[in-house]
């Protein structure tokens, strides 16, 4: 099983800051991998996926990079939307989650 | 514009099944593979597997794979999930997302089950 660990657990941060997100898996990867924001209430949204795709109506200041087992969501110049949980999503021979990451 | 409606919250003894459906609208519904995911309170996301909708082909997570059934109504552009023997740990969000194989693009607004004697 390859397990997914994301850090930090929590990050503290401001309007206008960069945000960096790291998840790391257990093994080596291919890049089938996603990154999701989910707000509370609500289901998660893509943002990334194929590590470094930003998916449909994304904004530019998302972005993905990565391989091998880390990879990273850089949010550059946080806005107030984006203070929600992130979670980084792997296939391989099932589909797996981090323990996401909460920007707040 | 894509829709994911399911249906509404649910409470079940233990030792029951449940099921809860997803009904899509605003696009096409069997170019896509259905994916079932929850979420227990304060807790991670944990993918159960997916319906491929075009031809019914499932993939089960390990761990559900014994207890849970994926379905789908092409006609009414409906997918549905049902869980048997229920315990208090399958209390949890339960959402189904459209996507790949790989990843999931859009998600239901999620539907909470509650497991309680």
């Known amino acids: 099983e390859i397990v997914l660990t994301q850090s930090p657990d929590t990050l503290s941060l401001s309007p206008g800051e960069r945000a960096v997100l790291s998840c790391r898996a257990s093994?080596?990867?291919?890049?089938?991998f996603a990154w999701y924001q989910q707000k509370p209430g609500q289901g998660p949204r893509l943002l990334i996926y194929?590590?470094?795709t930003r998916a449909a109506g994304i904004p530019a200041r998302f972005s993905g990079s990565g391989s091998g087992t880390d990879f990273t969501l850089t949010i550059d110049s946080l806005e107030p939307e984006d203070f929600a949980t992130y979670y980084c999503?792997?296939?391989?021979?099932?589909?797996?989650f981090g323990g996401g990451t909460r920007v707040e | 514009q894509v829709h994911h409606v399911q249906s509404g919250a649910e409470v079940r003894k233990p030792g029951a099944s449940v099921q809860v459906s997803c009904k899509a609208s605003?696009?096409?519904?069997?170019?896509?593979?259905i994916h079932w995911v929850r979420q227990a309170p304060g807790q991670r996301l944990e993918w159960m597997g997916w319906?491929?909708?075009?031809?019914?082909?499932?993939k089960y997570s390990p761990t559900f794979q014994d207890r849970v059934t994926f379905t789908r109504d092409i006609s009414a552009t409906t997918a549905y999930m049902e869980l048997h023997r229920l315990t208090s740990e399958d209390t949890a969000v339960y959402f189904c997302?459209?996507?790949?194989?790989?990843?999931?693009?859009?998600w239901g607004q999620g539907t909470l089950v509650t497991v309680s004697s």
């Open positions: 997302a459209r996507g790949s194989e790989s990843h999931m693009f859009f």
């Open positions: 605003g696009y096409i519904f069997t170019n896509y593979v």
């Open positions: 319906i491929t909708t075009a031809n019914g082909k499932t």
């Open positions: 093994q080596n990867v291919r890049d089938y």
């Open positions: 194929s590590a470094s």
């Open positions: 999503q792997l296939r391989w021979d099932w589909l797996s």
